[in-house]
């Protein structure tokens, strides 16, 4: 239900140290969240931009997620184990 809905909105980009920001180290980190409570998770932009500095509103790639964070494979794993956790 929205009433319950506890939603955390996250850049990765700022979440995590420089050689962390990566969709392992969400993934490492869901548990964590969960304990505090989010059951929902907003990721802002991960679609691909020129350049690496921003916040990748850039609309130049709409769907194409940004390697940056990872493999396209590994935002699909981070995806199933958000649901898996609920």
Known sequence: AKEKLVVYKLLI???FDAPNRNY???IDTLSYLKRLGINAIELMPVMEFNGNE?????PTF??????????KN??????????QEG
């Open 54 to 58: 921003g916040w990748g509103y850039n």
């Open 24 to 26: 392992q180290s969400l």
């Open 62 to 71: 709409m769907f194409a997620p940004d390697k940056y964070y990872g493999t």
């Open 13 to 15: 980009r700022d979440m």
């Open 74 to 83: 590994k935002l699909k794993e981070l995806i199933d184990r958000c649901h």
